[in-house]
Every structure is written in C-alpha cells, then in structure tokens.
C-alpha cells in the first residue's frame, strides 16, 4: 500500500462478490453498509471491452456513490464498492467535524 501502511485482509460472506465484501466491512470495522445501487456497464463490444462499475452505498445514513473502470469486472465492481465506502465514511467524519 502507498505511504507504508499495512494491508487490510478483509473476511466476509455474501451470495456475490459485493455482498460478501460489504459483510467483510462490517466484521472487520463494525460500519454497516447497505447498497443501495449498483450498475455494471460493458464499455465496447466483445470479449477485451472494459467494465464500468457504478455503486452507491448507504453507511450510517449517508449516501455516497462511486465508479470503476478495469477490464475486470469483479475487481471494478469491488473497487467501486471500496470508494464509495471510503466517501460515505469521509462524509460522516466531515459532518461530525463541523
């Protein structure tokens, strides 16, 4: 990770990729995260087109939406989950500043 921070290993269980991410989140920090959109788009025809992610998520009340792009789809998606994780969570530490 950037800036020598230690890695994170996340444990969760789902029926998908983002529904056990989303449970690892809550495990491992306690934030209980709800999605509450989640859009996969194919950026080109054909087997080599890169995925869009979009995803919006809802942790303690606020909302807060992000996207990916990558040719792989499950990591576009996850990475997309992760942001829009990280903006709810930035939002409410804000919120709570002021």
């Known amino acids: 990770m950037a800036g020598g921070a230690a890695d994170v290993v996340l ?3 789902g029926q998908g990729l983002i529904e056990a991410l989303t449970d690892a989140v809550n495990r491992r920090f306690g934030v209980s995260v709800e999605v ?3 859009n996969e788009h194919a950026m080109s025809a054909g087997t080599e087109a890169k995925a869009l992610a979009s995803v919006t998520v809802e942790v303690g009340g606020k909302q807060a939406s992000a996207c990916c792009i990558d040719e792989d789809t499950s990591l576009a998606s996850l990475q997309a989950t992760l942001s829009a994780i ?3 969570i930035a ?3 804000l919120r709570r500043a002021i």
């Open 91 to 93: 939002a409410q530490a």
């Open 86 to 88: 990280g903006r709810a």
């Open 36 to 38: 509450v959109e989640f």
């Open 11 to 13: 444990s969760g269980e």
